[in-house]
């Protein structure tokens, strides 16, 4: 279970969750908010492997309580030409060496989402 960040008491645990849902939806789908990484095995499949995956990722809605258990759409499988590729987000504090103090806050988060093939996981 995650530990509840407290810092804003009047804002909801349903609220704080909505709020990491849409900003991790934003980077996912349209590549703002945060950093898109790909993997030595994404980037050596070459461009139009590495476009096609991005825009696959973008285009995912298969979110459930298998692959999403706290509804923050932070993970993700997609098929790319019958390959497995995996999408996680990570939200960092601003100089990207800690875990954000507040996912939920855009002025103290950087997002990450980094994307690979599954064997590289």
């Known amino acids: 279970m995650r530990p509840i960040d407290d810092s804003r008491p009047n804002v909801s645990v349903a609220q704080r969750t909505a709020c990491i849902r849409a900003l991790n939806d934003q980077l996912r789908c349209a590549h703002r908010g945060g950093i898109v990484?790909?993997?030595a095995g994404i980037?050596?499949?070459?461009a139009a492997f590495a476009t096609k995956a991005?825009?696959?990722i973008s285009q995912f809605t298969a979110f459930d309580a298998g692959n999403d258990p706290y509804g923050e759409h932070d993970f993700g499988r997609v098929s790319v030409d019958g390959q497995s590729v995996l999408f996680k987000i990570d939200a960092y504090d601003r100089s990207l060496r800690l875990h954000s103090p507040d996912a939920a806050d855009p002025l103290v988060t950087r997002r990450v989402m980094t994307?690979?093939?599954a064997?590289?996981?």
């Open 43 to 46: 980037a050596g499949a070459g």
């Open 37 to 39: 990484m790909l993997s």
């Open 115 to 117: 994307v690979m093939l």
């Open 119 to 121: 064997e590289e996981y």
């Open 54 to 56: 991005l825009l696959t």
